[in-house]
């Protein structure tokens, strides 16, 4: 079994910032890439940004430029640092990622509970 834990959210004003951590735990082999998804009251879950192995990032547009995600291997866990934040990206965030749970094992995708991010004056 796979276990992700998210833990950072809470409640900031707008152009505030939040740092976001995810720690991935059990049965892992290898971790592939590791990625931020959040979901908005009454919205599909959308990505966020993505991190590979070999720390290739990639972002959604709406948060280029203000999002940074980092990784740290040997703790099997990733980061979101978001500046400048905005009412619009308050919602619930989800880690993910893609687990092999031993050798020559599929990879599957693995997800946490969520962590809350209000943006609110």
């Known amino acids: 079994q796979v276990h992700l834990v998210e833990s950072g959210g809470g409640l900031v004003q707008p152009g505030g910032s939040l740092r976001l951590s995810c720690a991935a735990s059990g049965s892992i082999f290898n971790l592939n890439s590791m990625a931020w998804y959040r979901q908005a009251p009454g919205k599909e879950r959308e990505f966020v940004a993505l991190?590979?192995?070999?720390?290739?990032?990639n972002y959604a547009d709406s948060v280029k430029g203000r999002f940074t995600i980092s990784r740290d291997n040997a703790k099997n866990a990733i980061y979101l640092q978001m500046n400048s934040l905005k009412p619009e990206d308050t919602a619930v965030y989800y880690c993910?990622?893609?687990?092999?749970?031993?050798?020559?094992?599929?990879?599957?995708?693995?997800w946490g509970q969520g962590t809350q991010v209000t943006v609110s004056s």
């Open positions: 993910n990622a893609l687990v092999q749970t031993q050798v020559m094992a599929p990879y599957r995708p693995y």
């Open positions: 991190i590979s192995s070999v720390n290739n990032r």
